[in-house]
Nanobody
Protein backbone atom coordinates (compact mmCIF):
# COMPACT_ATOMS: atom_id res chain seq x y z
CA UNK A 1 0.00 0.00 0.00
CA UNK A 2 1.25 3.44 -0.93
CA UNK A 3 1.44 6.14 1.75
CA UNK A 4 1.25 9.77 0.67
CA UNK A 5 2.36 12.98 2.40
CA UNK A 6 1.43 16.37 0.94
CA UNK A 7 3.34 19.60 1.58
CA UNK A 8 3.73 23.10 0.20
CA UNK A 9 0.41 24.64 1.14
CA UNK A 10 0.13 28.11 2.63
CA UNK A 11 -1.48 31.51 2.42
CA UNK A 12 -1.03 33.73 -0.64
CA UNK A 13 -2.70 36.71 -2.22
CA UNK A 14 -4.75 36.42 -5.37
CA UNK A 15 -2.51 36.16 -8.40
CA UNK A 16 0.22 34.40 -6.46
CA UNK A 17 1.70 30.94 -6.88
CA UNK A 18 2.28 27.83 -4.80
CA UNK A 19 3.86 24.47 -5.55
CA UNK A 20 2.42 21.46 -3.78
CA UNK A 21 4.38 18.24 -3.39
CA UNK A 22 3.16 14.74 -2.65
CA UNK A 23 5.80 12.28 -1.49
CA UNK A 24 4.96 8.61 -1.83
CA UNK A 25 6.31 5.52 -0.16
CA UNK A 26 5.75 2.09 -1.65
CA UNK A 27 6.78 0.21 -4.74
CA UNK A 28 3.62 0.75 -6.78
CA UNK A 29 3.97 4.55 -7.12
CA UNK A 30 5.72 4.55 -10.49
CA UNK A 31 3.19 2.19 -12.05
CA UNK A 32 0.09 4.14 -11.05
CA UNK A 33 -1.68 7.27 -12.14
CA UNK A 34 -1.88 10.00 -9.52
CA UNK A 35 -4.38 12.74 -8.84
CA UNK A 36 -4.88 15.94 -6.93
CA UNK A 37 -8.25 16.80 -5.40
CA UNK A 38 -9.43 19.64 -3.21
CA UNK A 39 -12.15 20.17 -0.67
CA UNK A 40 -13.47 23.52 0.49
CA UNK A 41 -15.49 23.88 3.71
CA UNK A 42 -19.03 22.61 3.25
CA UNK A 43 -18.31 21.27 -0.23
CA UNK A 44 -17.62 17.86 -1.69
CA UNK A 45 -14.12 16.78 -2.62
CA UNK A 46 -13.52 17.69 -6.25
CA UNK A 47 -11.07 16.63 -8.93
CA UNK A 48 -8.28 19.05 -9.80
CA UNK A 49 -5.73 17.22 -11.95
CA UNK A 50 -4.38 13.77 -12.78
CA UNK A 51 -1.27 12.35 -14.38
CA UNK A 52 -0.63 8.88 -15.74
CA UNK A 53 2.18 6.58 -14.60
CA UNK A 54 4.77 7.93 -17.04
CA UNK A 55 3.78 11.58 -16.91
CA UNK A 56 2.91 11.52 -20.58
CA UNK A 57 -0.78 12.16 -20.11
CA UNK A 58 -2.49 14.72 -17.91
CA UNK A 59 -6.02 15.94 -17.29
CA UNK A 60 -7.31 19.06 -15.54
CA UNK A 61 -10.57 20.35 -14.20
CA UNK A 62 -11.88 23.21 -16.33
CA UNK A 63 -11.62 25.54 -13.35
CA UNK A 64 -7.82 25.19 -13.16
CA UNK A 65 -6.89 24.54 -16.79
CA UNK A 66 -4.17 26.93 -17.94
CA UNK A 67 -3.25 27.89 -14.36
CA UNK A 68 -2.24 24.61 -12.70
CA UNK A 69 0.32 22.06 -13.88
CA UNK A 70 0.66 18.52 -12.57
CA UNK A 71 3.96 16.68 -12.93
CA UNK A 72 5.79 13.75 -11.40
CA UNK A 73 9.31 12.53 -10.74
CA UNK A 74 9.24 8.75 -10.42
CA UNK A 75 12.89 8.67 -9.32
CA UNK A 76 11.88 10.76 -6.32
CA UNK A 77 8.48 9.10 -5.81
CA UNK A 78 6.91 12.55 -5.88
CA UNK A 79 4.07 14.23 -7.71
CA UNK A 80 3.75 18.01 -7.90
CA UNK A 81 1.03 20.57 -8.48
CA UNK A 82 2.26 23.97 -9.65
CA UNK A 83 -0.49 26.52 -9.04
CA UNK A 84 -0.25 29.93 -10.69
CA UNK A 85 -2.65 32.87 -10.91
CA UNK A 86 -4.37 31.70 -7.77
CA UNK A 87 -7.90 32.90 -7.03
CA UNK A 88 -9.83 33.08 -3.75
CA UNK A 89 -12.04 30.26 -5.03
CA UNK A 90 -8.97 27.99 -5.07
CA UNK A 91 -8.99 28.07 -1.26
CA UNK A 92 -9.32 24.49 0.00
CA UNK A 93 -7.52 21.55 1.50
CA UNK A 94 -5.61 19.84 -1.30
CA UNK A 95 -5.16 16.07 -1.32
CA UNK A 96 -3.16 13.73 -3.49
CA UNK A 97 -4.22 10.16 -4.13
CA UNK A 98 -3.34 7.05 -6.12
CA UNK A 99 -5.50 6.04 -9.06
CA UNK A 100 -6.39 2.40 -8.49
CA UNK A 101 -8.96 2.37 -11.26
CA UNK A 102 -8.28 2.43 -14.99
CA UNK A 103 -6.73 5.50 -16.62
CA UNK A 104 -8.38 8.03 -16.89
CA UNK A 105 -10.85 8.70 -14.10
CA UNK A 106 -11.73 11.79 -12.10
CA UNK A 107 -14.04 9.95 -9.74
CA UNK A 108 -13.12 10.03 -6.07
CA UNK A 109 -14.16 6.38 -5.80
CA UNK A 110 -11.40 5.29 -8.19
CA UNK A 111 -8.66 6.84 -6.05
CA UNK A 112 -7.18 5.69 -2.75
CA UNK A 113 -4.28 5.94 -0.32
CA UNK A 114 -5.27 9.54 0.37
CA UNK A 115 -2.77 11.83 2.04
CA UNK A 116 -3.62 14.00 5.03
CA UNK A 117 -4.04 17.12 2.90
CA UNK A 118 -2.42 20.54 2.84
CA UNK A 119 -4.28 23.82 3.29
CA UNK A 120 -4.20 26.45 0.56
CA UNK A 121 -5.67 29.85 1.37
CA UNK A 122 -5.93 32.60 -1.25
CA UNK A 123 -6.91 36.08 -0.12
CA UNK A 124 -8.33 38.79 -2.34
Amino acid sequence: QVQLVESGGGSVQAGGSLRLSCAASGRTFSSRGMGWFRQAPGKEREFVAAINWSGGSTYYADSVKGRFTISRDNAKNTVYLQMNSLKPEDTAVYYCAVLYGSWFSQSVQDFGSWGQGTQVTVSS
